[in-house]
């Protein structure tokens, strides 16, 4: 007879008994009652794959896949069966070969297609796989419109020959019928979810959308040791044509490039607006020389846009950072910032090129051990001693990040503050050992210790997770409380802030840092010296101590650095902000700073940086 334009055979030499066909017509239903039930496609599809699994064990496999077959890779999205490993080898691209095979041709003409193992010339590349699972035929089943792209496919396989003929196919179309039903409700309310997954400006996916796309790609590629690897660019001087031109021209550049970039990437790629001028790529199935050839012809494709306004040509040009799955990181955190790594170094090598995150290695293993330094608290600090110059008695300390290893050794942050810093790290440094820092004090005030200054280190990083800096706000609160002192309105932890971060909108720093500056907290210029100074920072920031650049410290015996060292000693006396000297190694170079009238010194000669007795002990 024919069903929907398929002939099925009804003179088969062994008639399959009347329980199975009822085993099959009751494990569709289950899957009718859960589309009745209000329950996702996917839900839909996965349970019928289960069902249908347990209903015979003539069905060896059953996988479904949801999405849209015209613009990506099919692969199941879900199997079931003693034979779902057969499923992880299933890859059915757009490829000119792939799009004859059953299950393309299924969605293609909109009506199931027998998959005839042993047969079929358009199965080929899969026969000897599917023969040795003992699959010996199977039903391609498409489910949902044709004229819109969400389309789902259920593909199950059998071990007997005519399986399909002899159970017949009725309980498989009313089941298609109805789930076409489920994904056209689906649908719209896709639709009205797809505004809140594009930027509205390009209508590329936003970076939520392709957040959940990179879970999803990296869970593919763990399970099947398949590689996929990301590009990060970014426009290069993009803030100089808004400032130039106007934020509508800014907004036409970005349209193009967006265009641009989808012409260069495949069908298969996916492809946001990350944020601002930003943009990611996800490059399924790919590896670093596939993803590096792919970046490269990406950014001679932005170099040559232009953009015509009157008479002027407006060029651009992108810097690229890839990083690739599993070589440049295991999880999809770790290849996100190496990829943001990769950027920055493409900009800082003069921008308008390629950079791979091949060279990191090291850096995102000092990481992996950081990261789980910070979830099994072995982030620690170390105290070193600042002391009065004149009297030689300790009036403060420097609190310095420590990391101890799996094998119990003391790390210093020297050895792994970049890569903390390269990977964006370094604002959960800066919270760890600000926190434990604020405990330390509350708990020596409490048992009556000596009161001295907590110098403890900020990094730029920090001030860009507010999040953060309201909860270090909240535990300097609740410190203080618990210490059951009066510490009057200056608070005994200074916030210590190199120059080099300075750099950029002063005002944006100070108002970052008010909440700790108004409850008490004080500031501290490190570094200064170093290269950067500038006057400007003193009158915009309240600055109430300037520790002088290390390097002069080491040359203060020479005659020409001594005179620097005076100056900025009396710069902090007029000022009246206390300077205080690091890298003081020995008993002469502290006699000279004295003379020179530096308020305090820290350094070796005083004493190294130690753990807390607690940490000793670990």
Known sequence: ????????????????????????????????????????????????????????????????????????????????????????????????????????????????????????????????????YGFQEGLALPIGDPDYPLRALVVVFADTKNYFDLVGLEPFLAFAQLATVALNQARMKIALEATASTDPLTSLLNRRALQDIINREYAYAKRTSKPFSMILFDLDRFKMINDNYGHDIGDTILLGISGVAKNTLRTTDWLSRWGGEEFLAILPDTDETGA????????????????????????????????????????????????DAALFEAKKSGRNCVVEAKNKREIYSIAAKLSAAIANDRLVPACQAIVDLKTGSQVAEEVLARLIDESGNIIPAVDFISAAMELQLTHLVDYQIIKQTMNRCSANITAGGQRLVHFVNISADLLFHQSIIQDLFAEAQVACLACGADLGPTKPLVLEITERQLLGDINAVKAKLAPFIDFGMRLAIDDFGSGYSSFQYLADLPVSFLKIEGSLIKQVKDKRVRQIVKRISDIAKDLQLISIAEYVEDAETADILRDLEIDWGQGYLFGRPVLTEQHYQR
């Open 1 to 132: 007879m024919l069903v929907k334009g398929i002939c099925v055979r009804t003179g088969s030499t062994a008639m399959v008994p009347l329980q199975e066909k009822l085993s099959v017509y009751k494990a569709l239903l289950t899957g009718t009652t859960s589309l009745a039930q209000g329950n996702t496609p996917h839900e839909v599809l996965k349970a019928a794959c289960d069902a249908l699994v347990a209903s015979s064990g003539r069905i060896c496999l059953a996988w479904m896949y949801l999405g849209n077959p015209a613009s990506e890779t099919i692969r199941p999205s879900y199997s079931a069966g003693r034979a779902s490993e057969y499923a992880l080898n299933v890859e059915l691209g757009l490829s000119p070969e792939a799009m004859k095979c059953p299950s393309r041709r299924a969605l293609a003409i909109n009506e199931p297609v027998f998959i005839k193992v042993t047969s079929d010339p358009s199965f080929a590349i899969w026969r000897e796989c599917a023969l040795r």
């Open 292 to 339: 590096l050839k792919i970046a490269e012809r990406l950014r001679q494709r932005i170099e040559v846009f232009s953009f015509q306004l009157n008479n002027q040509k407006i060029n651009t040009s992108a810097s690229i950072g890839i990083a690739s799955y599993p070589r440049d990181g295991d999880t999809p955190d770790f290849l996100m910032k190496a990829a």
